[in-house]
């Protein structure tokens, strides 16, 4: 059979690894729930690139298909990978299928045009990480076209089975290739890293303990989120307290600079500095897209529910314009938008989400013991009241000398 100007070879068996996908219970790539979908339509549709058969028919979208296919020969000719990139596909295309969910049936059933479909768009995905390793500085417009596109690719509906965009990352730059390049999940951190929402930069290197394969782009971005060994959790909310509130008690609020995990949070106590260590955070346009794909993936997905908890915490914690200043302040957070639409940003994230684990409890059980204190209450409305600028403690240190010498001035007068 001819197939996209190649003709198509005998099949060889599907390997064993690839028997894996076949064994789940669910597909890892899936049209999402109308009841997550509904809150945030904009969240789960891709701006500028298609990938995968779930939003080929968007019109809106139409004007990369032929890109994309300029991409993918120019490509694939250069390195002489045609044919083997066509044929591994067609080998693995049933296996490929069970991956997704929603697929309409002229897609799904035509393996013709899957296939090519497949190759098109995983071709595009790695000519743009290998684009985004090699480039420096480059102009502030294209420079937004690529996050853009980046935050395409971390769309839970806009995926391409991993285990197919390794296959073909192995034929193009590593069988056919003479120059030294580096693996997929290296060229995909830098992919990551423009939507990664912390400072605190995103390291392959931590993903050494992770031992099994990511089922696409967003699961690995996933993984970088995980603290790498095992995190106490309970399944119960505990009562929440607002930035605003534990700081009018005392707490303080730090960026953690000794993560132990991306969005590790850390409560250290101290008479008169009780603080919350907690990750820097970028608040922005992106900022919701990333977390709620990544929070549907894990309320979907047989994973932890990691980042679920965090959007949980940081909701209890910025509830209010008034908290996101404080946080703010703080240097823990820092928001492109409005502090209204901040606190709405994060409140939304969380709107209709079963929470099955919290990872925080430790944190939030020393906060609250400490807000409860009495000590605590009394020692945080004398720092407020006193001590929160220095003009105001110069003038109580000032008034109680006043007040020392005008005692012994009475207590040393002579009869």
Known sequence: MFVSGIYEE???????????????????????????RDISPNSFTPRVVSIGPLHREHTHLKSMEKKK??????????RDTYNDCFKTVRNKIEAIKSCYSGMKEEIYNNDDKLVEMIVTDTCFILRFIYKLAKSGDIPSEKRIRRRSIALDLVLLENQIPFFVLQDIYDIIFK????????????????LLQQVNPFKKELNVENLSSVTSSPFHIVGLLHEF???????????????????????????????????????????????????????EVVIDNHFEVVMRNLVVYEQCSPVESYVTSYVKAMNMLAATPKDIAT?????????????????????NICKDVTFLDFYYMDVWEKAKKHYDSYWSRNLGVLKRKYFDTPWKAIALFVGFIGFISLVAGFTFRKP
């Open 10 to 36: 005998e099949k060889e068996p599907i390997l064993k690894e690839d028997k894996l996908l076949k064994k789940l219970h669910f597909p890892p790539i899936f049209v999402i729930p109308s009841w997550l």
């Open 175 to 190: 069988k056919k290739s003479t120059v030294t390049t580096p693996d997929l999940k290296t060229m995909l951190c830098g």
């Open 327 to 347: 946080l703010v302040e703080s240097d823990v957070l820092t928001s492109h938008l409005g502090p209204n639409e901040t606190a709405s940003n994060i409140r």
């Open 69 to 78: 296919d300029k991409y993918m020969r120019k490509l694939l000719v250069e």
């Open 225 to 279: 989120y995980q603290p790498g060994y095992k995190l106490s959790k309970i399944s119960y909310i505990p009562k929440a307290h607002t930035a605003v509130k534990l700081h009018e008690v005392g707490v303080r609020f730090k960026p953690n600079q000794m993560l132990k995990w991306p969005m590790a949070m850390e409560f250290e106590s101290s008479p008169l500095n009780p603080t919350i260590k907690m990750p």
